[in-house]
């Protein structure tokens, strides 16, 4: 059994699918009904009006219609949709067990405790007929599928069929259309609207009983029809399954099936295979063979029994309801095995026991061999005895090898070997079987690899016979994959995969993929990692490119035909990926297929039926991503000119990217076009868009972003139309400052006296520098003071005059003034009302796509994106394109001078790169202007470069600069790399560097020692500071701050700090871990100085909870996480900050540490923290600590600065300042100044 969903509740007594949708109906016993979508594992509804236990429920087949039935004797009819009931059907007088639709008629058929069965039209909601002849609780009734046929089955033993075309004949001339409704919406009352009560009592004739099965000794449980056959089961309480076949004139059993051990609950054929399904109170599900009448399957749970069934009509999907909730699942996987022919051109894949190869060029299937099945059961169909993998040897170009692979009885394989024609050759050989664990895979022309059951990794050759035994590189390997070329294997262990070389036993690398189902290698060398939700691309090495995570799981995926687009499908969805993680949906699948092949616009899948199709798909949104990340802007420009590219996901693609001039050139929608051209900084364009945009919304707020953006351009007359349109006065008034514009500046003067805007008024007279003005404007405002102070400071004798006797005649005091005064005139502008000079720039590669020609780029499907491109074709193509010149190739050498190969047409750079040590022109000879050439001249040979020049010209690490002993230029380059000043500090591991990059080793006797200088390479001393030592001392310092030693914690992490600069690596991973050494230690430096000053701060409850607030946010390992959120929450709930100490024992609650055996104290003492917090939920003090939004810690106040706010950082150790220590010593690495834009830590030479 495979399990698909399962879900935790009460009871359930009710199973519905929906015919269509990924839906199930659930009914509990506790009266509620779920909506289920078990694709995504999602609850879509609940509908909670019956009383009592809920035993029924249905689905209708084209409505969007539930029917439910209940223990309060009522039948409810749900529109799911509208999310409510929509009529209640009343009738029965006890419980009823069962509701169903009929397929094809306006009929519901209720079972009920009332020893009846109803039949009820839900258009007109009426009862329609009651069938009567039970003399006991009625627990089930099921319309037959394509006939007038009903069976039930009752506690009185018999299983009754009724022929109901009766009633169908009688009611197929009524109109019982919806539109039969009143204006109430209530059914009609003339007609048959009801039952009279010689009806209700005794039934009526409309409906008779056919035929009534007599066998079962105790009460039959439920009984149901085969949907093609002449036959039907039943299920009782005697704990037997009973099988029944019908004809015109009489029905009789057939078999009895024995195997439960408890009372039988349902019973129903598989929809697809001849199989019969049945679970019971012995809390097992049972599968029958229908040929063997014997058990196949059991499928048991410990505590919970089962009382329902339900199988989906089209699909291969069962659902089961037990005591805790409910399971869906199916009884085989349906992914047929198949593997692709190495050229591309056929396909090999397994259908029932027959392995089959198809054609793609013929479009034809044809039989190859056939396949013995194991397993004990190996003649039952649709139980999980198919073969589940399949691989072909494509490294035998003379003869064909399958090997088939099934998981049966602990797992086997089977070897299959035919001619290369294609001929029906492929006879299966005795001797060629064997067990294994998984798939196996080829790795050579004559050898293929399993896992055995000890999971040991076996090479088998073409005979079958073992040839080598590998003990895998990692334990719990099981499942082997193609490893791309001959002699790789993939190996599958727990949630990783190890990429391994059989012959050398070599790992060559591994990357984390959590439940990986298959990989698929590109003719680039790509591999893509399809796990159960998601996809990984990954180079050949197994270094990871991408990874695209799904809310469904992946089904299959195939590379197209370039290699460089990997085409997936999911459960209801074709999509395709990109080696850089873009992704997207190409189109919708009604049913899962399992991609094959993809060629162009074709998509080669095989369905769950085993037949091969050819889907079409439009690759054209994925050809344009991979085209404008492979820079291929021919093909981009082409594609937006001739493709119909739109879409939200395209346009925020483009500007994600960075071409936003390329979607303005399809985006027609106005507001989408307008942000597009601001954002690619077209004026023109987003002008004629705002007018558009302002005429269709009525609203000019769109001219404020636009006034924004031309003011970053200089664009003053496009600045000053949109402050006009958007009336913003006020800065309306400054632009005319800023360009000196006074008349218009007159008119605002005018224009704010209109408004009566007094502040506006007298913004414009201090523009203008109108004193006179600004007094009349103060005095006219009330503030007489100010205005005497005007005209006093101004000269304006008269107005000043005035102004006194005013205030002394209303007895005020008039201000004294010194007469210390100072003209007050506008700024004299620079550039006076015309736009700012603009430098002419070459325009954007993709900018002028509508100058582009029909003919100038080929056709993007042509193109398979190989690396190739069209440069071979242009270059063919080059004499044609730029025309031959007719030359004169004579002897005569008159225009020599206009072939000159010299550099001064291109103008080389002559550019100072410090070569002054090695190379010919650094060496004393090559500056020598003239040589002797006397024969009897001896020249002395010149001094050869020393080795310790060497280092320095071939290096720019400060620790191989010190090595060779140039201390000065090792300086200058940690100050130019980091902007480091404080050199004492790291004074020793300059002398160490230099005293390790020699050895002296005893030469002859009475000769001096001989100096040798150790290499890591050529040219290159040896490393005196290694990662290796680095990590070490990371240990050790993380011991003493696990065991409260902070203070020599503190000076190990400033050690490991000294020493990073001087670390000298290699590679890039390596480079990688320096620089997280770097991280860790200057995360563990600030946290000893918050809990230095948290020790500090202990009479001061708000500082103490600030402090352990902050240290929780360090970046600490987990164990030592859990000793800061401890801590923190102490102190809060100490000082009673009860929001802080609930945040803190959430976090500490929510560690992997807390769920083990040794920190069940602290779990506990958190849970009461937590419980006592929430009661009280107040912070005694107000803090300066806001866990929800993101902040770093100022390293010199020990505060947060919040998202948004100035920071500061060293230009070493990354620790962040605020702006206020710029140019100051960090604090955390003692070495480097904050503040500095530099190059970055150099971790290689």
Not at 450 to 468: A, C, F, M
Request: net charge negative; glycine share 8%; aromatic share 8%.
């Amino acid at each position: 059994m495979i399990e698909k969903f399962s879900s935790k509740s009460a009871r359930v007594k009710g199973l519905a699918f929906h015919p269509v949708r990924p839906w199930i109906c659930v009914s509990l016993h506790n009266g509620s009904i779920q909506l289920w979508d078990y694709r995504v594992g999602t609850l879509i509804d609940r509908f909670e009006e019956h009383d009592g236990p809920v035993r029924g429920v249905d689905f209708h087949s084209t409505e969007s219609l539930i029917a439910s039935g209940g223990d309060d004797y009522k039948i409810k009819c749900w529109d799911y949709k509208l999310r409510r009931c929509l009529f209640t059907l009343l009738g029965h007088l006890d419980y009823i067990r069962t509701v169903q639709f009929h397929p094809s008629h306006p009929w519901i058929l209720s079972a009920s405790d009332d020893q009846t069965i109803r039949l009820w039209n839900w258009q007109v909601r009426t009862c329609m007929s009651v069938l009567t002849g039970h003399n006991h609780y009625v627990m089930c009734a099921n319309f037959h599928p394509r006939e007038d046929l009903i069976v039930s089955a009752s506690l009185d033993q018999t299983v009754r069929v009724w022929d109901t075309s009766g009633l169908r004949k009688k009611h197929s001339s009524e109109n019982s259309g919806l539109g039969t409704y009143d204006d109430m919406g209530r059914p009609p009352t003339s007609g048959n609207s009801g039952l009279n009560m010689q009806a209700e009592l005794f039934g009526t004739n409309d409906v008779i009983v056919k035929y009534v099965l007599e066998g079962h000794d105790r009460g039959v449980n439920w009984a149901s029809f085969h949907p093609t056959l002449p036959l039907l089961v039943s299920a009782a309480d005697d704990r037997h399954i009973k099988l029944w076949r019908m004809s015109e004139t009489k029905a009789w059993e057939v078999d009895t099936m024995r195997g439960h051990t408890n009372n039988v609950s349902c019973v129903m054929f598989h929809p697809r295979v001849e199989l019969v399904v049945s679970n019971s109170e012995d809390r097992s599900i049972r599968v029958w063979d229908m040929g063997k009448r014997v058990c196949v399957q059991t499928f048991r749970r410990e505590n919970d029994r089962f009382w329902i069934l339900a199988a989906h009509k089209t699909q291969n999907l069962l659902a089961a309801g037990h005591d805790s909730g409910m399971i869906v699942f199916k009884l085989e996987r349906e992914r047929p095995a198949s593997d692709l022919h190495k050229e591309g051109d056929k396909l090999y894949y397994v259908k029932g026991r027959e392995l089959l190869v198809y054609d793609f060029q013929r479009g034809r299937e044809q039989p190859l061999a056939n396949l013995r099945r194991p397993g004990q059961y190996a003649q039952t169909d649709g139980i999980g005895n198919a073969p589940r993998y399949l691989a072909y040897n494509g490294f035998n170009p003379t003869e064909g090898n399958v090997l088939v692979c099934s998981d049966v009885d602990g797992g086997s394989y089977e070897l299959v070997t035919f001619a290369n024609s294609g001929s029906n050759s492929g006879n299966t050989q005795e001797g060629k079987r064997g067990t294994c664990v998984g798939p196996g895979v080829f790795v050579a022309r004559n050898r293929f690899a399993i896992l055995d059951k000890s999971r040991n990794i076996v090479i088998k050759n073409l005979q079958n016979e073992t040839t080598k035994k590998i003990l895998p590189p990692t334990p719990v390997v099981d499942m082997l994959f193609n490893g791309g070329t001959a002699g790789r294997l993939l190996l599958r262990c727990e949630d990783k995969l190890v990429l391994f070389e059989q012959q050398s036993r070599r790992v060559l690398g591994e990357i984390t993929a959590p439940k990986v189902k298959s990989v698929s290698w590109s003719a680039t060398s790509m591999c893509a990692i399809m796990c159960r939700d998601g996809i990984i691309i990954a180079d050949r090495n197994m270094e990871q490119l991408c990874s695209i995570s799904e809310t469904v799981r992946v089904k299959s995926g195939a590379w197209d035909s370039s290699g460089n687009i990997f085409i997936y499908t999911t459960t209801n969805h074709v999509k395709y990926c990109l080696a850089n993680g873009d992704t997207g949906i190409i189109r919708t699948l009604e049913q899962p297929v399992y991609v094959t092949k993809v060629h162009k616009k074709q998509m080669f899948v095989v369905d769950r039926d085993g037949k091969v199709k050819v889907i079409a798909i439009d690759t054209t949104e994925a050809l344009f991503k991979l085209a404008l990340e492979n820079k291929r802007y021919g093909q981009v420009m082409e594609m937006v000119r001739h493709s119909r590219l739109c879409g939200k996901a395209i346009v925020a693609y483009l500007q994600a990217k960075g071409f936003p001039e390329v979607a303005l050139h399809f985006v027609k929608e106005p507001r989408t076009k307008f942000n597009l051209a601001l954002a690619c900084g077209n004026i023109e364009v987003a002008m004629e868009t705002a007018f558009v945009l302002e005429a269709e919304e009525g609203n000019p707020s769109c001219w404020a972003d636009l006034g924004v953006e031309a003011l970053k351009q200089g664009n003053i007359q496009v600045v000053e139309m949109a402050y006009q349109r958007t009336k913003d006065f006020d800065r309306l008034s400054f632009l005319y400052v800023l360009t000196g514009n006074t008349d218009k500046l007159k008119k605002m003067l005018k224009i704010s006296e209109m408004r009566g805007d007094t502040m506006g008024r007298y913004h414009n007279a201090l523009f203008l520098g109108d004193a006179q003005e600004r007094v009349k404007v103060l005095e006219g405002s009330g503030n007489t003071n100010l205005a005497y102070i005007c005209a006093q400071a101004h000269g304006l004798v008269e107005d000043a005059e005035r102004l006194k006797a005013g205030l002394e005649e209303a007895e005020k005091e008039v201000p004294e003034t010194d007469g210390k005064y100072s003209l007050l005139q506008p700024p004299t502008p620079i550039n006076r009302g015309v736009n700012w000079p603009c430098l002419e720039v070459k325009k954007a590669v993709l900018e002028n796509l509508g100058d582009v020609g029909d003919g100038d780029y080929n056709q993007v499907e042509n193109d398979d994106f190989t690396g190739q491109g069209n440069d071979q074709a242009n270059d063919e193509d080059a004499p044609e394109a730029w025309g031959e010149d007719d030359l004169d190739l004579g002897d005569e050498n008159d225009d020599a001078d206009d072939f000159d190969d010299g550099d001064g047409g291109w103008g080389d750079d002559d550019l100072d790169l410090g070569d002054d040590v090695g190379g010919p022109s650094g060496s004393p000879a090559a500056k020598e202007d003239h040589v002797n050439t006397d024969p009897g001249y001896f020249a002395i040979p010149k001094a050869g470069t020393p080795r310790t020049a060497a280092w320095i010209a071939n290096s720019s690490h400060a620790a191989d600069h010190a090595a060779a002993g140039s201390i000065e230029t090792a300086m200058q380059l940690l100050n130019r790399q980091i902007a480091a000043t404080q050199f004492d500090t790291v004074k020793s591991k300059f002398v160490r560097c230099h005293l390790s990059s020699s050895m002296s080793v005893e030469g002859m006797p009475f000769a001096p020692p001989i100096k040798v200088h150790p290499a890591r390479k050529p040219g290159l001393p040896a490393a005196s500071f290694t990662l290796s030592m680095g990590m070490g001392m990371l240990k050790n310092a993380y011991n003493f701050f696990k065991g409260g030693k902070f203070a020599e914690a503190a000076k190990a992490f400033t050690e490991v700090l000294h020493m990073v600069p001087f670390i000298v690596v290699d590679t890039k991973p390596e480079a990688t871990q320096v620089k997280e050494l770097l991280e860790n230690a200057r995360e563990y430096l600030t946290a000893i100085r918050l809990k230095a000053a948290m020790a500090e701060a202990a009479s001061d409850p708000v500082r103490a909870t600030e402090l352990s607030a902050y240290f929780t946010h360090c970046n600490l390992q987990p164990a030592h996480l859990l000793l800061a959120l401890r801590s923190a929450m102490g102190t809060a709930f100490k000082h009673k900050n009860f929001i802080a100490a609930a945040s803190f024992s959430r976090r500490l609650l929510e560690l992997p540490d807390m769920a083990s055996e040794k920190n069940a104290d602290l779990r506990n003492k958190s849970q009461k923290v937590l419980a006592k917090s929430e009661q009280q939920a107040r912070n005694e003090h107000t803090l300066n600590y806001d866990e929800s939004k993101a902040f770093a810690i100022d390293c010199s106040t020990l505060t947060p600065i919040y998202r948004g706010e100035p920071c500061l950082k060293c230009s070493f150790c990354g620790s962040s300042y605020s702006e206020s220590q710029k140019g100051k010593t960090c604090v955390t690495c003692t070495l480097s100044t904050v503040g500095v834009q530099t190059l970055g830590l150099v971790t290689g030479a």
